[in-house]
């Protein structure tokens, strides 16, 4: 009987048969898949491996910091930093990039995550999880005294070569893409192996399941309370349906779901911090989210863009991200493009 292939075997055959992972690349995701079995084991240990609570201290997002956010970071710099398959790293952690020490090879990828998202979850024992990004470095200016700059990350989503998240959950399942569909590997405890559970993962283009904190609703811009209001009419209502909600706050466990039986996410802008696009990050939450959502047959918009394509100008800005089944994410998309016509 054919065993289901490791995570190796499947990046294996997707260099040799779609040539879509040189040997860096494939490196530099089974680092990542190591460092996070790492990070899910003291995760899973909870109280017992004292790793509960704050850490005393606030990241560059001004949040406070719990201790497994700083052992979740630490971990994947540790794990790839001496590869040579990468040459700087960023972190929601992190204020500024993280440039592969000179006693190290630098090699062509840039490494971008959010070591633990989800973390005020962590006390209360709900799935979280590591997401990270993918791009190739870029240097325009060979003549350039620094090797590796915060310019160099600045690019839109569209450009990444890899994405994926780990979610620590009732299972600890890696799921990835590298531009050829988004597969599934369940953590087996056993082996210490990534085993194949899923391939070719779809989103129905329709659902009955929205995603969105109720509790903002009197922030919102109009486009989102007159979709959010749709659904809660139910099959009275313009929809002709009724739809069940869903807000686990922590993005990683909201996409699992809506990349396992479709849904949609909704984080928008709204009123209580006008200046702020959104709460969520571009970079390491929002890029690597939509593209596995793109690539599983979904959509991600900001509202008025596709948000692979917004092109970003700080390392840490923020998006409104609407994602998932791709018909309801353009429905709430035309909604914000009606309501800026009328204006
Ligand atoms: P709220 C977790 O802090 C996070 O960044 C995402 O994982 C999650 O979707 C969102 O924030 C939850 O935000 O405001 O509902 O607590």
Redesign the pocket.
């Given at each position: 009987m054919n065993a289901r292939p490791s995570l190796t075997r499947y990046l294996v055959e997707q260099q040799r048969v779609h040539g879509l992972i040189p040997p860096e690349l494939r490196l530099l995701i089974e680092v990542v898949a190591r460092a996070c079995k790492r990070i899910a084991i003291s995760v899973n240990k909870g109280a017992l491996g004292e790793v509960l609570g704050s850490a005393g201290s606030e990241n560059v997002q001004g949040e406070v910091q719990k201790k497994l956010d700083i052992i979740a970071n630490e971990v994947l710099i540790d794990a790839n930093e001496w590869g040579g398959h990468l040459a700087a790293m960023a972190s929601e952690e992190m204020e500024g990039i993280y440039v592969v020490p000179n006693r190290y090879p630098q090699g062509e990828y840039l490494l971008l995550f959010d070591p633990l998202?989800?973390?005020?979850n962590i006390d209360v024992n709900v799935s979280i999880g590591t997401i990270f990004s993918v791009l190739r470095r870029r240097n325009e200016d060979p003549t350039r005294v620094d090797p590796v700059c915060v310019s160099d990350f600045l690019q839109p989503g569209h450009q990444q070569v890899a994405a994926g998240y780990c979610i620590y959950g009732p299972q600890t399942v890696l799921v990835l893409t590298v531009g050829n569909g988004v597969a599934m590997f369940t953590l087996d405890r056993e082996q210490g192996s990534w085993i194949l559970t899923q391939e070719n993962v779809r989103i129905p283009p329709d659902t009955k399941e929205f995603a969105i904190?109720m509790s903002?609703m009197r922030h919102w811009d109009a486009p989102v309370r007159r979709y959010v209001d749709e659904c809660l009419a139910g099959k009275e209502g313009p929809r002709g349906k009724d739809f069940n909600m869903r807000?686990i706050?922590?993005?990683?466990a909201?996409v699992h779901r809506i990349l396992s039986r479709g849904g949609i996410f909704m984080?928008p802008w709204d009123k209580r911090e006008p200046e702020k696009p959104g709460?969520?990050r571009l970079m390491y939450?929002a890029n690597p989210m939509g593209w596995l959502v793109e690539q599983a047959g979904g959509a991600a918009t900001n509202g008025r863009q596709r948000i692979l394509d917004v092109v970003p100008t700080h390392l840490h800005e923020r998006v409104s991200v609407i994602l998932g089944s791709k018909n309801e994410v353009e429905r709430v998309t035309a909604y914000h493009l009606e309501a800026d016509a009328a204006r």
């Open positions: 998202d989800g973390s005020s904190n903002n807000w706050a922590s993005m990683v909201d984080y709460k969520l939450e």
